[in-house]
């Protein structure tokens, strides 16, 4: 990402509204806020996911003499414009929600704040990352959640929309909590760990089956999973795998990270039966992996049926989000700086679709942990500026249906601000961890739900509340708009 120059990676109205500012001489200072409106694949929460490519394309961006060039080509763009386009960089404040975190929808997962033709720029590629990263980590811990502990593995570069889709896709399944993934570039780039066993042409090329898994538990003694569909997987399969492993045994090979692979057919059977000749062979801790087009929903049914799969490859449903393509991301204009007073007066978007009518100001977000369980008691959108004591009496309450109210006593929670600063007067001031340091901390991120909220179908929401300051803010602004209407 680091090494291209994705600056025309942008909406064409993004620029030509950048040119409409810069010949009004509007550039005043502004806020947008990116967040998203419903939870992904039915799920109860979203993972933040992307955020260190946003820093990336942030402080690469810049508009090459080649770029320049292109845009005078189109014939919709002055001169004048095109000088100013010369020495761009961004010189703004960013706040986001660290990558890995456990969100909600209508929560801002990031802030802009700054001059508009700048904000206005970022607002497609800052989209394209966050929304595809960030629905593949939430796919991806549904699955990793399906799996009861067991080990993910992510398998699906060749059934990926893309290069870009299965390295950054690969990248946030692994925040979300897969054990290793089968793309080599991705392990290279992020440093995770990287997985695999071999393919049926591997078996079809040499004389029969024994002979091709005895060749590669020669060449690979410490990982030597065997594929044993390609035949007949119980009578042949298993059976070869076995004396492989009792040939490896007698030779005085401490086996360990060994076992068998089940691409097809009923893999509860399957398991089953492969496991009972496992542990009368001896071998009762081999591992017995599966694939074949899983999903949460399968991978759920397997273990209810008592499968013994311990170890699931999972490609083509986690890394394109099959059953739900889009993550569904926006990115609105809240407030514009007063230059006068130097406060920010809030903006917000109408819609006949209430769910759609933004939230107007200078935002942040508080989450309220109760204090015995540190699990998650709601999530508070209030103004930057807002705060609260924790010793003190919390009133929330919903702001689509008012009269639900929840007071929580003082003393029995802690508020953490999720946003955090990324960049301040455009210089980067946040660290980005290491991917493998992102999936701990998303893994402690998933502990804070209750088990409700986990339920991969009908999970129970987590509250969105706004304040009373915003909620009041927010109301006005929707009486002003109406009586305006009104006047017409």
């Not at 120059?5 to 993004?14: G, S």
């Not at 001489?25 to 998203?36: H, M």
């Amino acid at each position: 990402m680091s090494t291209r120059n994705l600056t025309l990676m942008t909406d064409l109205y993004e620029l030509t509204m950048m040119q409409g500012y810069f010949e009004t001489n509007s550039n005043e200072t502004v806020i947008f806020d990116a967040f998203y409106r419903k939870n992904p694949c039915g799920n109860g929460y979203a993972i933040a996911a992307g955020l260190d490519q946003v820093i990336e394309y942030i402080e690469n961006l810049h508009f090459s003499a080649e770029d320049i060039d292109y845009l005078r080509g189109l014939g919709i763009f002055h001169e004048p414009f095109l000088a100013y386009l010369k020495d761009f960089h961004f010189e703004g404040d960013i706040y986001a929600i660290p990558e890995g975190s456990v969100m909600f929808p209508h929560e801002p997962m990031v802030k802009v704040i700054a001059p508009i033709m700048q904000a206005q720029l970022v607002e497609t590629a800052l989209l394209t990352i966050l929304n595809h990263q960030s629905l593949i980590a939430t796919k991806s811990a549904r699955v990793v959640q399906a799996a009861r502990g067991d080990g993910i593995m992510e398998f699906g570069l060749r059934r990926a929309q893309g290069a870009d889709a299965g390295i950054y896709g690969a990248r946030a399944a692994m925040i979300a909590g897969c054990v290793g993934t089968s793309n080599v570039l991705a392990g290279q780039m992020f440093d995770v760990p990287v997985k695999g066993t071999h393919a049926h042409s591997w078996i079809m090329s040499f004389p029969d089956e024994y002979t091709a898994f005895k060749k590669y538990s020669e060449l690979y003694p410490d990982a030597c999973l065997l594929l044993v569909d390609t035949y007949d997987t119980l009578r042949s399969g298993v059976t070869n795998a076995i004396r492989v492993f009792q040939e490896m045994r007698a030779a005085g090979q401490d086996l360990k990270g060994y076992g068998i692979r089940l691409d097809s057919g009923d893999l509860a059977y399957m398991s089953k039966k492969a496991r009972k000749m496992l542990d009368e062979a001896g071998f009762e801790d081999a591992i017995i992996s599966a694939s074949s087009d899983l999903d949460e929903y399968l991978i759920d049914s397997l273990k209810t049926q008592g499968a013994a799969i311990t170890s699931w490859g999972v490609g083509t449903n986690m890394i394109t989000s099959k059953d739900c393509p889009a993550f569904g991301g926006v990115y609105k204009l809240a407030a514009v700086l007063d230059e006068t007073t130097g406060e920010f007066i809030p903006k917000i978007k109408l819609s006949e679709n209430t769910d759609k009518i933004t939230n107007p100001g200078n935002k942040k977000i508080l989450r309220i942990y109760d204090k015995e369980t540190g699990k998650i008691r709601a999530d508070l959108i209030c103004l930057a500026d807002e705060e609260y004591d924790p010793a003190e009496d919390l009133v929330i309450f919903d702001p689509i249906e008012t009269w639900k109210k929840t007071k929580i006593k003082g003393g029995t929670y802690v508020l953490r601000d999720l946003l955090v600063p990324v960049f301040r007067g455009g210089k980067c001031v946040y660290t980005s961890p290491k991917v493998m340091e992102i999936r701990d901390y998303c893994t402690r991120e998933k502990n804070t739900l209750w088990p409700e909220s986990l339920r991969l179908t009908n999970p129970h929401d987590v509250y969105v509340d706004l304040s009373d300051k915003l909620f009041a803010i927010k109301s006005e602004l929707l009486e002003q708009m109406g009586h305006a209407s009104l006047a017409k």
